[in-house]
């Protein structure tokens, strides 16, 4: 079946704009996640969607920074008013069960300018 | 919080074995993965370590010492697309549901 899936691969955006990151989790996968990846360093949580219970948005690195899951399935993770520090890789993984392996899509890369 | 610690960087000869370490402090450790991420690409699963003690997969083996908040990754007859970044990633029972905390990974670079 199909793995994650991202959407764009590539998004270039000025400086102020808002964008929008869309990840399609693996069919029937309840627990989804987005993190973060700067050029060469490792891997920076950003939120948890676990079923209806609400998210855990502990990782969200300011207000600017909000997710929404829909329907259980598909999930958005909105950048308000970008910044150049912003700028990264956005990586979205999914798992079957809380405490399963996560399945991670190729990632968005977002460039600020 | 929690602190996880990886090399950077290690070089290794085709055909060889490189270990690489992982050091780790947590609150309530609930287990430690390896995934490896080829550039440009996701992070691919390779190692789960929630016991003591070594897990074998293959080419590739992974180690866990919880009372030494300790781990490493085996990688034996290296080939050429085993160069990649790997990265350790530990989960807290403190915290909620299934969220890791990655090391910053280290890349490895097999060469002929």
């Known amino acids: 079946g199909a793995g994650v899936s991202q959407s764009p691969s590539n998004k270039v955006t000025e400086k102020g704009k808002d964008v929008e990151l869309r990840c399609d989790p693996i069919?029937?996968?309840?627990?989804l996640y987005w993190y973060r990846q700067s050029l060469g360093q490792g891997l920076e949580f950003l939120i948890y969607?676990?079923?209806?219970?609400?998210?855990?948005k502990s990782g969200l690195p300011s207000d600017r920074f909000s997710a929404e899951r829909t329907g259980g399935s598909v999930s958005t993770l909105t950048i308000q008013r970008t910044q150049q520090e912003d700028s990264a890789v956005y990586l979205c993984?999914?798992?079957?069960?809380?405490?399963?392996?996560?399945?991670f899509g190729p990632g968005t890369r977002l460039t600020v300018l | 919080g929690q602190n996880i610690d990886q090399p950077t960087e290690m070089t290794a000869t085709e055909g060889a074995i490189v270990q690489i370490n992982c050091t780790y402090q947590?609150?309530?450790?609930?287990?430690l993965f390896w995934y490896q991420q080829h550039a440009g690409e996701a992070p691919t699963f390779l190692s789960y370590n929630v016991l003591d003690g070594l897990e074998e997969k293959g080419r590739f083996s992974s180690f866990l010492s919880r009372s030494k908040g300790y781990s490493y990754l085996l990688l034996k007859e290296l080939q050429m697309k085993d160069s990649a970044s790997y990265l350790c990633?530990?989960?807290?029972?403190?915290?909620?549901?299934?969220?890791?905390?990655f090391g910053g990974g280290t890349r490895v670079l097999v060469k002929p």
């Open positions: 069919s029937g996968h309840t627990a």
């Open positions: 969607f676990q079923g209806n219970s609400a998210p855990d």
């Open positions: 990633a530990v989960r807290d029972k403190e915290a909620a549901g299934n969220k890791l905390t």
């Open positions: 993984a999914s798992s079957s069960t809380v405490y399963n392996e996560q399945f």
């Open positions: 947590t609150s309530g450790f609930n287990g």
